[in-house]
Nanobody
Framework: QVQLVESGGGLVQAGGSLRLSCAASGRTFSSYAMGWFRQASGKEREFVAVVNWSGVSTNYADSVKGRFTISRDNVKNTVYLQMNSLKPENTAVYYC??????????????????WGQGTQVTVSS
């Protein structure tokens, strides 16, 4: 079992930056791939980024490539999402999720077994 708690969301102006954190409990964190997903109001939840178990391999949605960076610290049991050059359309609840598959190739949310409660990110224009 893995419990995930996100933090770092908030209100930021367009063009600004935020760093989201996701703290995980459990000794198996370092064996899981970790992902970030988001859900805007009235829309379905969508994939944002994923990092493999070691942090070496990553995968991003096309809409965030070059602006967002996912990373992890297996000593601190934490995964991060650095978001730069934020746009109003990035406004959403951002969720952290864990996949027992350790690689970064899988981006389908149905394959992620554990989820956090989400953190709100609001980007004003």
């Amino acid at each position: 079992q893995v419990q995930l708690v996100e933090s770092g969301g908030g209100l930021v102006q367009a063009g600004g930056s935020l760093r989201l954190s996701c703290a995980a409990s459990g000794r198996t964190f370092s064996s899981y791939a970790m992902g970030w997903f988001r859900q805007a109001s009235g829309k379905e939840r969508e994939f944002v980024a994923v990092v493999n178990w070691s942090g070496v391999s990553t995968n991003y949605a096309d809409s965030v490539k070059g602006r967002f960076t996912i990373s992890r610290d297996n000593v601190k049991n934490t995964v991060y999402l650095q978001m730069n050059s934020l746009k109003p359309e990035n406004t959403a609840v951002y969720y952290c999720a864990a996949n027992t598959y350790p690689g970064a190739a899988r981006t389908n949310q149905r394959e992620f077994s554990y989820w956090g409660q989400g953190t709100q990110v609001t980007v004003s224009s």
